[in-house]
């Protein structure tokens, strides 16, 4: 984990000092944070088996509450405190009604929240803006660090990804991480051994959510706008898709996932027409050449190659 | 002796039939319980009923003289009601040690520890451990539970209860589908099992079930129809009758 944390800081340096342009910055910015995001709907879909479409709620509503607080008057960093306790208030409070049941279930009663949430923002026009959303947000100031540069921004979301990736990761390989993947494959045996199924998964579920606002928060700060595309399926379906090409409950596949998608995505438009079609082709051709999702896949291409490099000494000296 | 478990006039009916038909059960510390009867007499539902994963329809259920029919399955586990399954129902994809790190820890607060990597946690360890010995398998404590024998996994089940040192285990044909030599290993780890501890056992298998009985209950059709000693039970007609029709 520490040489994980080294190499991470080193990449972040490389780029915040190596970038020509704010483009690229941006871009990297939005890579920390979707990787924030992608993790913590792993932490669903993958470590507790659920499924779920309805992941942007809680990005969407920390990036509305931010939007909202800081037009109104409200200091930066008590707009994103307020954001991530609403955004993990709503999700215990959604989140105790979901995890009751698991399945197809579960997904539809996911997706009707999300289609109210995303209804919410669209229709209540008076607070969200409607259609138009919320522009004019302002990037709070860090000790001496303006966020306002991009570069500071990037420093920024990329330490509190690490922060988040961290603890995450931490939480996987705990108790709690071992009891909520230990209740996606035996539920009923868990419950005869005398855990609360239900508690388990909500507990998965809350800090998902946590860590969904968390990178809805830096979002909304980052593009200094927010819409109701910002909780559309198609968006909650965009991180489901970094998740499965990434690999579904591999340790850091999500971060791939992430890499990949949002590479794809930003550069493809400059060789293909059709941006979104090119996205399902490569959907496509993870799946089948890759079931188990980029990041497993490049770990055993990597031990197949350490393990032919290690083969190659000893049958070199013993031809001589 | 005082009773462990006991049972009051317990109904379960499915739809419109009746599976378990006013069934009262009185099981003392320690005891050694053999539940037989035909196919379809009710005796995992009755089983089901006691360790919670079913509720009863009418009756009562004490356990160690608290009320206990209407608390879930996880409330009883922790009071300490163990049980196995008929169907393995195991960690597939961890390893053997780690099976049973997770069931131990199942019955300490610990289990929500959010920070602390669970097999860093000595107490769940040390009772894993002890849960292997008991049934024979710690040189296999590092081996994948999909790579062990079917026999392994039988046992690995019953060391997922002992693990958390239950005052009851509730044993669902535990000699199910296992070779002659498996099952007298099977029969050697229940029969050694700590004296203190009572266990109810639902088993198809007469010859080794015998073994371990020190008292019967026969059902058919959702009702006790015999019950008592081991001698006493093998010697009633009435025990022929259900086995043998009249």
Known sequence: MIRFAIVYMIVVAAVALGSPNDFYLSFATRVAYYGIYAMSLNLLVGEAGLMSLGHSTFFGIAAYCVAWLTTHGVGGWTAIAAALALGTAIGLATGAVAVRVAGASFMMITLAFAQVAWGLAYRWVGVTGGDNGITGIARPTLIAFDLEKQSHYFVFCALASLGAILVMDRLRASALGASIRAARDQPRRMSALGYHVWAIRLSAFVVASFFASVAGALDCLQQKFVSPATMSLLDATMVLLMVVIGGISSRFGPLVGVIVVLTFTEFSGQFVSRPRAALGALLLFVVLFMPAGVAPWLETLLVGIKRSLWRARPNAGAAR | MTAILEAKGLEKRFGGSVIVAGISLHVAEGERRLIIGPNGAGKTTLLNLLSGDLSPDAGGIWFAGRRVERLSAARRARLGVGRTFQVLTLFEGNTVIENVVIAALGAQARRWDPFTPFRKIGQAERAAMEA??????????????????????????????????????????????????????????????????AIVMIEHDMDVALKFARNISVMQAGRIVVEGSKSEVIAAPRTREVYLGR
């Open chain 2, 132 to 197: 292997l010995r008991m049934v024979d398998l710690l040189p296999l404590a590092a081996k994948r539970v999909a790579d062990c024998a079917y026999g392994q996994k039988r046992r690995l089940e019953m060391a997922l209860a002992l693990a958390q040192a239950p005052k009851l285990l509730l044993l669902d044909e535990p000699f199910a589908g296992l070779s002659a030599t498996e099952r007298s290993q099977v029969l050697d780890v229940i029969l050694n099992l700590p004296g203190e501890v």
